[in-house]
């Protein structure tokens, strides 16, 4: 069985949010039973855990003597044993993959730009500088997204990895309205979130955090 770790208490601003979210949601949608360790906070700073993962972050898997670390990377791995998440038809396959490298690497970084700014420096001296160029250019990025988008239901023909991780990060701007309020991303974010298997995954992560409580 799959053994997942992360962290047992996170501050409130971050719960939902945390990458092993993704990792349970496509457990869940795969349909792998896993088991989860849950780390007290600074336990992920220990030599033990910094030998499993460098940087010492979660989450991190356990699967079949097989060691992995990074979400997109633990996501991957578990889309490739099903055609749930990776359809089985190679082109279709490959642009799966795609959206997944387009949302950590093209979506993800101006949004956590301007995410930092609000949550860790909104009070520092350069931030009302700063901010305003790091919404345009998270809104850039999701304005193509959203033109991508327009008139889909998914990335693709069907719900793939690639939506499971692109809808993780757009739920990191929650505090703002960029996603939430736009047109297209609001509406496709909702559908992704109804879906019974983030339904579950979601029930799994916070538990972990009231029972922390």
């Keep these: 069985m799959i053994k997942l770790t992360t962290l047992k208490e996170v501050p409130p601003f971050a719960q939902g949010l945390v990458r092993d979210v993704r990792v349970r949601w496509a457990l869940e949608e795969a349909g792998l039973p896993y088991e989860t360790r849950l780390l007290a906070m600074g336990e992920h700073k220990s030599p033990e855990y910094v030998a499993r993962q460098p940087f010492g972050q979660v989450p991190v898997i356990e699967d079949d003597g097989l060691m992995l670390f990074e979400s997109g990377a633990i996501v991957l791995h578990i889309a490739g044993q099903s055609d749930r998440l990776l359809p089985a038809e190679p082109a279709a396959r490959a642009r799966a993959v795609a959206w997944v490298f387009a ?44 033109a991508w988008l327009e008139g889909r239901e998914w ?20 505090h703002t309205e960029l996603v939430t309020g ?8 909702a559908r992704c979130e109804a879906r019974p298997a983030f339904t579950r995954a979601m029930d799994e992560h916070m538990k972990a955090h009231s029972q922390a409580a």
């Design 103 to 146: 949302a950590l690497n093209s979506i993800e970084p101006p949004i956590q730009q301007l995410v930092e700014i609000d949550l860790f420096h909104a009070e520092a001296e350069w931030a009302p500088m700063r901010r305003p160029s790091a919404e345009q250019q998270a809104q850039a990025r999701l304005d193509a997204l959203a």
């Design 155 to 174: 990335l693709e023909d069907d719900f793939t990895v690639g939506d499971l991780i692109m809808a993780t990060v757009l739920q990191i701007p929650r």
């Design 182 to 189: 736009h047109a297209v991303l609001g509406p496709y974010l």
